[in-house]
């Protein structure tokens, strides 16, 4: 999956958070940021990144996903529940045009303007959609 023409492909398989920040450090993205509320896992993302050598490049920090300021990134990676993503349609608005979303598990919904829907990839619990931030609401 490419974030954008310049940038070097990525392979988002989805079974845990860490594994799509990491790949993106992987690919040399800077300041790759992964936020989660369940502290156990936090801890294990950050020994996941450590032990592949990115633990300078990818780092996870606890917090609630709609707590956090959006407007910073050029790309997210949200990976959740169904629900989860029919929730946080809302706070996407915070994100520039042109930015990337990546979502694991479950697709925006198709009414969900502003959004491109730019590629997809995987089969069941491990595909991912790529949309790109169009600004139009």
Same mark, same amino acid.
């Given at each position: 999956?490419?974030?954008?023409?310049?940038?070097?492909?990525?392979?988002?398989?989805?079974?845990?958070?860490?594994?799509?920040?990491?790949?993106?450090?992987?690919?040399?993205?800077?300041?790759?940021?992964?936020?989660?509320?369940? *502290?156990?896992?936090? +801890?294990?993302?950050?020994?996941?990144?450590?032990?592949?050598? /990115?633990?300078?490049?990818? #780092?996870?920090? @606890?917090?609630?996903?709609?707590?956090?300021?959006?407007?910073? *990134?050029?790309?997210? +990676?949200?990976?959740?529940?169904?629900?989860?993503?029919?929730? /946080?349609?809302?706070?996407? #608005?915070?994100? @520039?045009?042109?930015?990337?979303?990546?979502?694991?598990?479950?697709?925006?919904?198709?009414?969900?303007?502003?959004?491109?829907?730019?590629?997809?990839?995987?089969?069941?619990?491990?595909?991912?959609?790529?949309?790109?931030?169009?600004?139009?609401?």
């Amino acid at each position: 999956m490419n974030l954008s023409e310049k940038s070097p492909p990525i392979k988002i398989s989805c079974p845990t958070l860490s594994v799509p920040v990491i790949e993106c450090a992987r690919v040399g993205h800077k300041s790759c940021v992964g936020v989660e509320l369940n *502290y156990p896992l936090v +801890i294990a993302s950050r020994f996941s990144a450590w032990r592949k050598g /990115f633990s300078n490049s990818a #780092n996870f920090v @606890r917090g609630d996903i709609f707590k956090t300021d959006l407007s910073k *990134y050029n790309t997210a +990676i949200l990976f959740g529940t169904e629900s989860l993503v029919d929730h /946080f349609a809302p706070k996407l #608005n915070e994100m @520039r045009t042109d930015s990337n979303l990546v979502l694991c598990r479950f697709p925006l919904r198709s009414d969900e303007s502003g959004w491109e829907l730019r590629h997809s990839e995987g089969v069941g619990c491990d595909q991912a959609w790529l949309y790109r931030r169009t600004g139009k609401q």
